[in-house]
């Protein structure tokens, strides 16, 4: 019998009759199913197909060092922040969780109420919190790792030079406390010189994210958590262009005083709440 | 709301509101939606969906000026052929379609009878054939561009240096006749070296398409044709990796001679009938 489009799939699936390996078997036989499934409903004209072809190929070839333009295309699509969900159900009042995002990077271990801030001018932000389990135990010794924009809405990776900037790992003190000096963050676009900002200008979608704090928490017996805190009040909290953003992570910004340092500052309370591995 | 795994495909078609061009849209909603099926149907851990990013990366960043793996990928896994099918359904008794392939290049016009092999030694072949419509009229004038692999599997463009060898085109007499020399094609692996050849092997699947000559005729006033003629008894013919065959476009490679050459040679006898535009 010839291939066909009623017997397509099918011919695809029992060409996959040998893997061993089952998972990937059923990894393979879901994504060949919904992929003809798309070719069908749409039926693209040889052009189209070329332009997906070459959408495809551009995406992977704007990949470096520094730069995951797939990782990119799978957020602005929901995918990650889709995957996100299936991989942290809630189960208890544990912080909620959200995208890594590609921007990740090594940092240094800073002392509790150092600044992060050290090659931009901004609005200073005290950022403070406990680290708590469920029961509201304080958790010592726990690693908090935070990363975030500075006012121009640029990480330093996305900077030329390899100066570290805005980021490092805190370790709670004995009361489960942590204390960093930042400045204000700012919301900003994702990258848009590549395929994946081209496919948001097509969609008539804005590439912007609202203003937001990186965190990804680690303790003994405790899962990995990585999150955001997003600020109050920020424009794109409700068109996140990467869906990332979750009520229980909105935080007030509020006004003060830091008074080691006798100058006005901002204000950003952040308590995180770990859940036994 | 926050996007969750109940509401997350609908947030992600609602950001497609603004979208002006419709055949966009449509697009992207097919898109969206089964990847997002696939996703809640597989549940890809964090490990698991990092590999895959890796594959589209390294799949974009195999391309180059010779060499597409993204339509390697859509043909090992039934794309190319269930386009083909919907881009090309059979409506009289026209030449059934089958896949273009990675290996099209241009290449000079030759007279009737001339000898496409020209660096490689193999078993002669003559192929010949009339071009007609659905009505049986012979059609003079067609273009018939063949293009095909050597007695080592391997098409021009896949060795090293610039040389045009085993492909050219041909132009139909007036009679509708064409008359080829060339030697006999050979079944080969599609290119093993990148992530599709790393895609099959964990797929426990083989390399293979069955010998054949690649055709694409072109006449004023019919539609464009691109097929193949498939060599009867071939080992791959059941299970090519792209599937590609047709029933109606194998031929059986008769013994015969050449008396203009005065030697013993092959004969592949295919007929071509064009559909009107």
């Known amino acids: 019998m010839d291939f066909n489009e009623k017997n397509a799939t099918d011919a695809v699936l029992d060409s996959f009759s040998k893997i061993k390996d089952k998972r990937l078997k059923k990894i393979m036989n879901s994504i060949i199913t919904h992929l003809h499934e798309v070719v069908k409903e749409v039926e693209p ?19 470096d060092d520094r730069r995951q333009e797939f ?9 990650s922040m889709l995957l996100d969900a299936i991989n942290n159900r809630k189960t208890k009042d544990e912080t909620e969780t959200t995208v890594l995002g590609p921007f990740h990077a090594p940092s240094l271990t800073m ?20 680290v708590f389990d469920v ?11 935070v990363w975030q924009s500075g006012p121009d809405g640029l990480y330093d990776v996305q900077k030329e030079g390899d100066v570290v900037d805005l980021r490092a790992t805190f370790i709670s003190l004995e009361d489960g406390s942590y204390l960093f000096r930042t400045v204000k963050p700012q919301f900003y676009p994702i990258p848009v010189d590549g395929p994946v900002g081209d496919l948001l200008n097509n969609l008539d979608r804005h590439p ?27 424009k794109y909290l ?24 006798n100058k006005e500052c901002y204000h950003l309370e952040f308590d995180i709440v770990m859940e036994k591995k």
Chains 1, 2 share one sequence.
């Open 208 to 234: 912007y994210r609202p203003a937001h704090i990186h965190f990804m928490v680690k303790a003994d017996g405790y899962k990995d958590l990585v999150t955001h805190v997003f600020i109050d009040g920020d």
């Open 71 to 79: 990782i990119l295309l799978s957020d602005v699509l929901g995918v």
């Open 135 to 145: 029961n509201k135990n304080l958790i010592a010794g726990a690693s908090i790792e």
């Open 45 to 63: 004209t040889e052009d189209e197909w070329m332009k997906a072809i070459t959408f495809l190929t551009k995406t992977g070839q704007k990949c």
């Open 238 to 261: 409700q068109s996140d262009t990467v869906f990332a953003v979750k009520k229980s992570l909105i935080r007030k910004l509020e006004k003060g005083f830091d008074s080691d340092e």
């Open 111 to 130: 002392s509790y109420g150092e600044n992060i801030a050290k090659n931009v001018v901004g609005d200073d932000c005290i950022v403070s919190g406990n």
